[in-house]
């Protein structure tokens, strides 16, 4: 008996579990906004008519599984027609189902079902009361089949023609049943289907689908003016086959061929680079003011000398408007116009030296001041030198900025004889210097491109007696004067030359700079009168740049004897081999000789003091790097 | 001469007044002659009508519908519906087929005057449940505006229908038995009071179905009449 009731429990809870599974469960509850769990007692689960004259009904014993038994539960109904409840007219036990037929179906009438156990127990919900008319689920249509019914040109998409028919228990003939139809469909890897719109016809057109997917097509209906669907139809599939592959090498062709073509813009966009950067972004052309007559460009610079120990600083020029500090540097013009102006040929044409006055003896006195007024420009001196700088610019052709390492303002007189020390010698020579003597200086560039680091501007390094100015341009010379040169120089004094220089170089590297050379090796000094100071343009001495010597007073000497007709001009023998070196501007004076002049090397004490100037120069130890300041001067005037 | 004319006018008038009678007289079973050709007027077949027909049932079905719906969310009646099935419409009187085997059953003339009695019987209910739906402040404008469309369409349909009924009269189909005078049921049920106190809910419930009635009828009596077009 147990086990019979456990079979039997087991064939029910099977059977429940079947019959849950059912579609059209919760037809009851669905039909409510509501929706309850199922109920535990027994109850009405659905009722559903397919063609509007006969309908079914299914329970549910619930959780009374001691009624899930057949003829446990007894469906009864009742409708208008009827003034009692009764029974179901075809039971099919083994779908828990009451089967009514046409002759037991009225349509428009309400009906209500009821179910009843043993001993009359009723279950009865009184939600369980419908018309057939609201509860008619047309069967699936029938025959659903589709036609192709014509491809784009592009071979990518087409339409079909579905059609069907209305399911053969819908009585449509007659007009009994009014069927609309929803068609879905999907594509084959897609979980959503899309709906078409409701189809009164039996056929309907779906377009835009591609070639070579797979469709799923399936089909439902209702009644006209209801809600409620039947269930799906069978699937059908769908699909064309693209003939001739006429969409793969159209693909392909299109992708290789734009990709052909970006490789081929790619392989001249790298390979006409640089044209391409030329033509696209084409490089701003440095001004070049090629009207300027380079000539005009010379200026010179007069040193007007006021006393001994006085100097003024004048620079004229050819072109009025030399104001190449303020427009060059200023007026934002290429940076590299004004560097190169002061790098290239810096040609020091003359330098006048007038020895006008007498330098009074106070030399000390106005050392300081000398200076100070030597670097003073407006202070007019009697004193006259001038020094005349040509100075011919020759503007670069090329865009690339030399690096400057100089300032490119303009050569400021004052930097310019910045170390132009009036010396005690100005005033044997100066005296004895009734006219104006000028100096000439000519420093000239061994060539443009050679004419690297060079200073714009010379110092003069010293004064002769006679007049006649030692330069020392900014970087070192390898001075190699002939030394002819060097004999002049004894009979100058204290004067500066390139022979010293020479003679200098062979002391030590550090040795200071530089005199008047000229490159070209002329000697001048038999053209004129005028002693003729000739710069060396670059200074193979690597050094310290200048080195002021102060004109000692028995230089005076010597350059007044230099009036007689020698020329104080030093020539060095080969500047061409000249090396150029960065040389400081200033150097600080060490001491004083015995013959007043300046050493800025101070030489070793075994030196013999009528070395001449350049000696004890020479001898001097590496060489501070400085200014000679007033309170140098004082310091140093013996 | 004036003789002449007058007579010639007077030939012409009498050929004319005798067309006119004849093309009247042989309409019956000829094809539809539009009397006024040139005026641009086009005659409806009774296929076209009996669609226009059935179209206008089926949208005034639709529009109770979902005029019922929304009774029964916002006022969620008693679902009594036993006390329902004995409870009657004021139509319940009209006899009307309750099966398809009865409605096929039923000759075209009684299901054409069923058709007409229940289009009759709902005119006055319709138009005072608009009215009063037009004073409840409970509903919308939305739910007015539908009652007074139903109404509106229970009219046409029932002229559509009139004009169907005489369409096949002319036509022979159905006998002349069918009058469109309204017939005394018709009239016994809408003088009647019973549709008085029925609530507003049991008066859309009642013409839902008595709306699919109608319409159903008609579809039978289409696909009897002309099976060929969308039967």
């Known amino acids: 008996m147990a086990a019979l009731s456990s079979n039997l429990l087991l064939?029910?809870?099977?059977?429940?579990?079947?019959?849950?599974s059912t579609p059209g469960n919760g037809f009851f509850m669905a039909r409510h906004d509501v929706t309850s769990p199922a109920p535990p007692e027994p109850h009405i689960t659905e009722c559903i008519s397919r063609d509007q004259a006969?309908?079914?009904?299914?329970?549910?014993?619930?959780?009374?599984?001691?009624?899930?038994?057949?003829?446990?539960?007894?469906?009864?109904y009742i409708n208008s027609l009827a003034s009692e409840w009764k029974e179901c007219p075809k039971y099919v036990h083994p779908n828990r189902e009451c089967f009514f037929d046409n002759n037991h179906t009225s349509i428009w009438i309400p009906y209500c079902m009821q179910l009843r156990g043993q001993n009359n127990v009723t279950y009865y919900n009184e939600e369980d009361c419908f018309r057939v008319e609201n509860i008619v689920r047309p069967d699936p249509p029938v025959s659903l089949n589709w036609t192709l019914l014509n491809i784009s040109p592009s071979g990518l998409n087409y339409d079909v023609m579905v059609n069907w028919e209305a399911p053969p228990s819908a009585d449509v003939k007659t007009g009994w049943m009014r069927i609309e139809y929803e068609i879905q469909y999907r594509a084959g890897n897609t979980t959503k289907w899309d709906a078409l719109e409701m189809q009164r016809q039996t056929q309907q057109t779906i377009f835009g689908l591609h070639v070579g997917k797979e469709y799923e097509v399936h089909i439902r209906c209702r009644m006209r003016s209801f809600v409620r669907f039947g269930e799906f139809s069978d699937p059908i599939f769908i699909q064309v086959i693209s003939s001739k592959g006429s969409t793969f090498p159209l693909t392909l062709v299109l992708v290789f061929g734009i990709t052909g073509v970006l490789i081929l813009v790619m392989l001249i966009v790298s390979s006409q680079q640089r044209r391409l950067m030329m033509i696209l972004l084409p490089p701003v052309p440095a001004p070049k003011i090629k009207g300027i007559d380079p000539e005009l460009l010379k200026w010179h610079t007069i040193i007007h000398r006021r006393g001994p120990d006085k100097f003024q600083l004048e620079n004229k020029g050819k072109l009025d408007d030399l104001n190449f500090s303020s427009t060059g540097g200023g007026l934002g013009g290429p940076p590299t116009y004004a560097t190169d102006f002061y790098q290239d040929e810096l040609w020091v044409e003359f330098i006048e030296v007038d020895a006008e006055d007498a330098g009074t003896g106070e030399k000390e006195d106005n050392q300081g001041s000398d200076t100070q007024r030597l670097l003073d420009v407006p202070q007019p001196i009697s004193h006259h030198m001038n020094i005349g700088f040509s100075n011919a610019v020759s503007f670069p052709d090329s865009d690339s900025g030399r690096a400057s390492c100089y300032d490119p303002d303009v050569p400021d007189q004052d930097t310019l004889m910045a170390t132009l020390l009036p010396g005690q010698p100005e005033d044997g020579e100066v005296k004895t210097s009734p006219a104006p003597e000028r100096l000439l200086i000519r420093t000239q560039t061994a060539g443009p491109q050679t004419w690297f680091n060079t200073d714009f501007y010379a110092q003069v390094s010293n004064v002769m007696p006679t007049g006649g100015v030692v330069l020392s341009p900014g970087q070192q010379l390898r001075i190699q004067e002939?030394?002819?040169?060097?004999?002049?120089?004894p009979q100058q004094g204290k004067e500066h030359k390139g022979s010293e220089d020479s003679e200098e170089e062979k002391e030590k590297e550090e040795q200071f700079q530089l005199l008047v050379v000229d490159p070209e090796g002329g000697r001048q000094a038999a053209e004129s009168n005028t002693p003729q100071m000739f710069a060396p343009p670059s200074s193979p001495i690597p050094g310290e740049g200048y080195q002021t010597i102060l004109p000692q007073p028995a230089e005076t000497e010597p350059a007044a004897t230099a009036e007689d007709g020698q020329s104080p001009?030093?020539?060095?023998?080969?500047?061409?081999?000249?090396?150029?070196?960065?040389?400081?501007?200033?150097?600080v004076v060490q001491e004083l000789n015995s013959q007043h002049s300046l050493l800025l090397n101070p030489p070793p004490r075994q030196s013999p003091p009528a070395c001449r100037p350049q000696h004890p120069l020479k001898a001097l130890p590496s060489m501070p790097v400085g200014y000679i300041t007033p309170d140098l001067l004082g310091s140093l005037s013996p | 001469m004036m003789h002449g004319t007058i007579r010639s006018v007077s030939c012409v008038w009498v050929v004319w007044v005798c067309l006119f009678f004849c093309s009247s007289v042989t309409m019956v079973g000829a094809a539809p002659i539009c009397a006024n050709a040139q005026g641009g007027c086009h005659?409806?077949?009774?296929a076209n009508?009996?669609?226009?027909?059935?179209?206008?049932?089926?949208?005034t079905h639709g529009i109770s519908n979902n005029l019922h719906t929304e009774f029964e969310q916002y006022f969620m009646p008693s679902k009594n519906h036993i006390g329902r099935?004995?409870?009657?419409?004021?139509?319940?009187?009209?006899?009307?087929?309750?099966?398809?085997?009865?409605?096929?059953?039923?000759?075209?003339?009684?299901?054409?005057?069923?058709i007409l009695k229940l289009l009759v019987a709902w005119r006055d209910p319709l138009w005072h449940f608009h009215q009063s739906m037009a004073h409840h402040h409970d509903f919308n404008n939305f739910s007015s505006n539908k009652a007074l469309e139903m109404s509106n369409m229970v009219h046409e349909l029932h002229k559509g229908v009139e004009k169907v009924a005489e369409k096949m009269q002319v036509l022979g189909i159905i006998s002349n038995t069918v009058s469109s005078l309204v017939s005394p049921e018709a009239l016994l049920a809408s003088d009647s009071s019973e549709w008085r106190p029925m609530r507003d809910y049991d008066l859309l419930y009642c013409f839902r179905r008595d709306s699919n009635k109608v319409q159903n009828y008609l579809k039978i009596l289409k696909c009897r009449i002309i099976p060929e077009h969308g039967c």
């Open chain 1, 11 to 20: 064939l029910l809870l099977m059977s429940s579990l079947d019959w849950l």
């Open chain 1, 54 to 76: 006969t309908f079914q009904c299914w329970w549910s014993p619930g959780n009374f599984h001691n009624l899930s038994s057949p003829g446990a539960l007894r469906l009864f």
């Open chain 1, 482 to 489: 002939s030394t002819s040169g060097t004999e002049e120089e």
């Open chain 1, 569 to 587: 001009y030093i020539l060095p023998d080969s500047p061409q081999s000249q090396v150029f070196a960065r040389v400081a501007d200033y150097t």
């Open chain 2, 43 to 46: 005659v409806l077949s009774l």
């Open chain 2, 49 to 59: 009508l009996f669609d226009r027909v059935i179209q206008h049932s089926a949208r």
């Open chain 2, 85 to 114: 099935v004995s409870r009657n419409c004021h139509t319940s009187s009209i006899l009307t087929p309750n099966g398809k085997d009865n409605a096929q059953r039923m000759a075209r003339e009684e299901l054409t005057e069923v």
